[in-house]
């Protein structure tokens, strides 16, 4: 799972975050090891070697979520879960996060979720969309047909009108 917030360790350095579940656990492989999965997963993403030994307190918001790709991926799942990967991000920094994404989901053959609120993400990381409303499902199909679908809460959502059946609280 990718985070929101990171959720990184601060008291664990960068390869002890993305080895996490290497270190513990079912999965768990003799540090060394662990250590060097963690530092080709931080390759993975765009980072280099010497991030791995520094604090996650040391990184920018992007290389934070960049480590928090990384642990996501370390263990080489078959299913991830990506909870706003892009919330507090500048849009470069955003769509370098959702390029790498798409790339390593395809590359791994794996399964993505993806919980957001961005437009931009969602048209660049998605293939089937589904929106919740109300604790119900309102629409549910490809992202390309996600501007011409017809139903009014999707309309209004993407399009972040004030304007439509989705009350703004005031």
Known sequence: MLF???????SLHVWENVAFRLLRGKLKRPRAEAREIAIEKL??????PDVADQFPAELS???QKRV???????AEPEII??????????????????????????EM???????????????????????LHGGKIRWTGPVAEMDTCGD???????SGSAEGPIAAVR
């Open 4 to 10: 929101q917030g990171g959720a990184l360790f601060d």
């Open 61 to 63: 918001g992007g290389m």
């Open 152 to 158: 009014p809460y999707v309309t209004q959502f993407v």
């Open 43 to 48: 390759r993975r993403v765009g980072l280099t």
């Open 68 to 74: 928090g790709l990384a642990r996501a991926i370390a």
């Open 81 to 106: 879960f990506f909870d706003e990967p892009t919330t507090g991000l500048d849009p470069i920094m955003s769509g370098v996060i959702n390029d790498l994404i798409r790339e390593i989901v395809v």
């Open 109 to 131: 053959g794996a399964t993505a979720m993806t919980i957001t609120h961005d437009m931009t993400s969602v048209r660049a990381i998605a293939d089937k969309v589904a929106m």
